[in-house]
Every structure is written in C-alpha cells, then in structure tokens.
Nanobody, 126 residues
Framework: VQLQASGGGLVQAGGSLRLSCANS????????MGWFRQAPGKEREFVAA????????YYVDSVKGRFTISRGNAKNTVYLQMNSLKPEDTAVYYC????????????????????WGKGTLVTVSS
C-alpha cells in the first residue's frame, strides 16, 4: 500500500487548496480514510475523516464549515477541499486509511489508521 498525497502549496489567507490522496500500491479495502496535519513544533492532529461505505464525514471543530472531505470514484481515493484558509492551517498534511472494523470508531486517532502517506506541505501566508 502506498498512499500518495498531493496538492499542497503556498496560498494567501482566504484562499483555497484541494488535496488529493490515492493508493498506488497493493490494493486494500479501507473502512475509513482521513487527513491529519502537523504544524511546526506541534503534534500531529486529526483534521477530517470519511467512512468509505456510508460517506459519513467527520471534522475537527477548527475546520468545520471550511474544509470538505470527499471520496473519489476510484477505490481508496480521498480529497480534502480547503476553503477560507487561515495561517493557522499551515502544516504538513497526511492522508491515512484504516482497514480494520474498529477503525471506524477511532477515525480521529492515529491508532485507528493502518496506512499513512507521506505528507504534503500547506503554507498559508497572512
């Protein structure tokens, strides 16, 4: 399994970016896919997740109303549309996937995820 995240870059505050994540390696069936981020000097934190079968989305409070996670048509492809970006959104964004049944219950936790992609850097200037 090789999750590939892309779409990061430099954007001004108030701007938008769309992150993509796709699997280019061994196929698997994800139960949930999500995005986490790590800002400089901080621990990695949950951003958003989506249950693959139902399409139910979950968000951290700080991004609700601004970010949207969605599934792609291809299996194990997920997107994160980020609007109204703020300087505090600056971080390395990681996509992740959980393949266990309990991944659904722990979508907000790193322990709920089985596979991780390399991060993509998002920088929001003020």
């Amino acid at each position: 399994v090789q999750l590939q995240a892309s779409g990061g870059g430099l954007v001004q505050a108030g701007g938008s970016l769309r992150l993509s994540c796709a699997n280019s390696g061994h196929t698997f069936s994800s139960v949930v896919m999500g995005w986490f981020r790590q800002a400089p000097g901080k621990e990695r934190e949950f951003v958003a997740a989506i249950r693959w079968s139902l399409g139910t989305a979950y968000y951290v409070d700080s991004v609700k109303g601004r970010f949207t996670i969605s599934r792609g048509n291809a299996k194990n492809t997920v997107y994160l549309q980020m609007n109204s970006l703020k300087p505090e959104d600056t971080a390395v964004y990681y996509c992740a996937a959980g393949a266990r049944m309990d991944s659904v219950s722990y979508y907000y936790s790193e322990s709920g995820m089985d596979y991780w992609g390399k991060g993509t850097l998002v920088t929001v200037s003020s």
